[in-house]
């Protein structure tokens, strides 16, 4: 056990030795692995705030259910008793008169309402779903637009949809984007790992004569791929960072032009950890590859 | 202790560096392998290290039958042997220390203790002075001398060296031989691979003759 805790600790010690041993190209891998990182985790954080914003817009997750202008109060009882016993709803109800009242407070309307003879607008019910899934509110305004005395049921749920099939396409790319830099990746430390190795033949060479396992030679540099990896991360995380601080002003700005409060959400020391952790795992296994393909012309 | 039955090594092109040789060298000995160039020493000392495995008959070392080890062994076998290469193999990227230490390192031996054992390693060859000198700005002598301390410090039972006096003047030669009868003395088997005469005379009749792979 604490053979194997001291040969484990001096292969990790060897590997940070090797990465300070040639600094500029160590700096170069580092940038290059960061960068490959910093693509899809920007593209994760922004689709991220996307679906934020998406579900924060207002509307969206309500339906208006108008009733037909001559519905009268037992009518309105009637909806009133479905809506309580149907399950995940919750609701309110606008009479025609609050309805009108509202208009009337808008300026420009004002006077439009005023010259009407008599109120033009119908009872109505705003639902508003627990399940705002585009497929789910679809069947539930289908359902309303059943019941008696319903004249229309209006869903946004065009943009809805748009905006989910807008994410999923994201979702879609970012997945290509993220599985087409972690080749990259691997390749940059697959490379790295095979200069190593060829610069390291004839220590390589020796140590398997006097009785090194196969273990003990591949170690140190499965610890560097690793190492290499987990740093690209972690700096690939400080760019994503850095990238969110500069936006954080002009999206502040151009929410506030909106009339919204919505600030970007910045990953944390979780997705700081996942970067760096799947970086180390992409390193390891760059390291793997390579290390199996060079070491083949020492047996 | 070393006991080799029919032991034949053909080369990948079919060339056949040992041909059925047999011998048996008992603990504690002090045998030398002579021959030509080109005889087979350096392929039989490989073999009775295991660096190189025998295309047929057997050979035993302690007990164990080294041409019927599992691959996954082969590394713990080596480990019971010191080795001095033909061409010494040391490595010029590191220190005279570092490159006694990587016997140690592959034993997994703690940092410190592995200093220590390195260290008093250079001490028995009389490099220890020149412990954080590159291995290149050594002299011939050092630099055999440093491929010897690599080899002994982990102390193995079986010391095995490939020609360690070759292009040496007769007083480092001298040197090395009284090294070597140093280890002797304390009861490893020694195995060398020479050509140095007066060493071959001194050692009579404990010596191995190869001529074309074969033994005379
Ligand atoms: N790896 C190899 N592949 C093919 N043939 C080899 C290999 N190693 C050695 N040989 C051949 O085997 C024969 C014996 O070689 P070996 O190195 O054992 O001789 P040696 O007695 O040590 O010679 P020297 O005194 O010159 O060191 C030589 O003819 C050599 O060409
Ligand atoms: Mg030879």
């Known amino acids: ?299 | 202790m070393i006991v080799a039955s029919n032991l034949t090594k053909r080369y990948p092109g079919g060339y056949e560096a040992v041909r059925d040789v047999s011998f048996e060298i008992s603990a504690g000995q002090m045998v030398l392998v002579s021959g030509h160039s080109g005889a087979g020493k350096t392929t039989l000392v490989k073999l009775i290290a295991s660096i190189e495995r025998p295309t047929s008959g057997s050979l035993v070392v302690n007990g164990q039958n080294l041409s019927a080890l599992r691959r996954s062994a082969i590394p713990y076998v080596r480990r019971h042997f010191g080795m001095i290469f033909q061409d010494q193999k040391l490595l010029f990227d590191r220190s005279a220390l570092d490159n006694v230490l990587l016997p140690l390192q592959i034993a997994g031996l703690s940092r410190r203790d592995a200093i220590r054992r390195a260290q008093a390693a250079l001490d028995k060859v009389g490099l220890l002075a020149r412990e954080k000198a590159n291995p290149i700005a050594l002299s011939g002598g050092e630099q055999q001398r440093l491929a010897i301390a690599r080899a002994v410090v982990n102390r193995p039972t079986v010391l095995l060296a490939d020609e360690p006096t070759a292009n040496l003047d007769s007083d480092s030669a001298g040197d090395i031989l009284e090294l070597f009868a140093d280890f002797h003395r304390v009861g490893v088997t020694v195995v060398v691979a020479t050509h140095d005469q007066s060493w071959i005379e001194r050692c009579h009749p404990n010596v191995l003759r190869l001529d074309h792979g074969r033994l005379l």
């Open chain 1, 1 to 299: 056990m604490s053979a194997w805790l001291t040969q484990h600790s001096a292969a990790l010690a060897a590997a940070f030795r090797r990465l300070l041993a040639a600094p500029m190209s160590t700096l170069l891998s580092l940038l290059v692995i960061g960068i490959a990182l910093t693509l899809p985790a920007f593209g994760y954080v922004l689709l991220d705030n996307l679906r934020e914003l998406g579900s924060r817009a207002s509307g969206v997750k309500q339906i208006s259910v108008f009733l037909e202008l001559g519905a009268s109060r037992k009518e309105v009882a009637e909806i009133e008793s479905r809506l309580r016993q149907a399950s995940g709803l919750t609701w309110r109800f606008v009479p025609r008169e609050e309805a009108l009242k509202r208009l009337q407070q808008t300026e420009e309307m004002a006077e439009i309402v005023a010259s009407l003879p008599r109120n033009p607008l119908p009872d109505a019910f705003i639902v508003e779903p627990a399940d705002t899934e585009p497929a789910a509110l679809e069947a539930i305004s289908k359902e309303l637009a059943g019941w008696p005395k319903v004249a229309h049921v209006q869903l946004d749920s065009a943009w809805v949809k748009r905006f989910d099939a807008f994410l999923r396409l994201g979702r879609l790319a970012l997945a290509m984007l993220a599985g087409l830099f972690a080749a990259g990746l691997v390749a940059v430390t697959f490379n790295t790992i095979r200069l190593q190795v060829m610069a390291r033949a004839a220590e390589i060479e020796v140590a398997r004569m006097i009785g090194a396992t196969d273990a003990f030679i591949r170690r140190p540099f499965y610890y560097f791929g690793a190492l290499q990896g987990a740093l690209g991360g972690l700096l690939a995380a400080g760019i994503v960072l850095g990238g969110l601080h500069l936006l954080a002003g002009p999206v502040g700005e151009l929410a506030a032009l909106y009339g919204a409060a919505f600030a970007l959400k910045a990953p944390t020391a979780i997705g700081a950890a996942v970067l760096a952790a799947g970086g180390a795992l992409l390193g390891w296994l760059g390291a793997q590859l390579s290390v199996s393909l060079s070491l083949r012309k020492f047996d």
